[in-house]
């Protein structure tokens, strides 16, 4: 194999990797976030706008952690990632809400099939920004 052949083929495999890990990442946060809001209202007795928020919140700053170290092995100053990792995170929820919107209104698509694909067109520009953005 070439080398140039070779080092396509390295990043390719790379940017695979990473974004099994960025799933698993959103998997794990999405755990933690219906996890705190179960604990907050079921055994705390918490309102449930209150628990879901302090789950959003912790599980905002575990995907933050888990990308930082391990889906993008970041060297990056956490002052700046930080940042950078919420403006993307901000930008997003208003992309998903105008292509949920899109979808929903501008095509009359069921509003489960239109937050589907909100998802998953956010779920990539996410991944991406991150990847060659908030974490290099």
Wanted: hydrophobic share 55%; aromatic share 20%; glycine share 8%.
């Amino acid at each position: 194999m070439e080398s140039s052949q070779k080092q396509r083929w390295s990043q390719w495999r790379r940017l695979q990797h990473e974004f099994g890990c960025f799933l698993i990442v959103g998997s794990t946060a999405a755990c933690v976030h219906f996890g705190i809001l179960w604990l907050g209202v079921v055994r705390l007795k918490l309102e449930g706008t209150l628990s879901t928020t302090l789950g959003f919140i912790i599980a905002y700053v575990v995907s933050y952690i888990l990308n930082y170290f391990w889906t993008f092995k970041s060297k990056a100053s956490h002052g700046v990632a930080f940042f950078r990792f919420v403006l993307i995170a901000v930008c997003g929820s208003l992309l998903n809400a105008l292509i949920f919107a899109g979808f929903k209104y501008g095509f009359d698509t069921h509003f489960l099939l239109a937050q589907v694909a909100a998802t998953g067109i956010v779920l990539f520009w996410n991944f991406s920004l991150y990847r060659i953005w908030a974490f290099r």
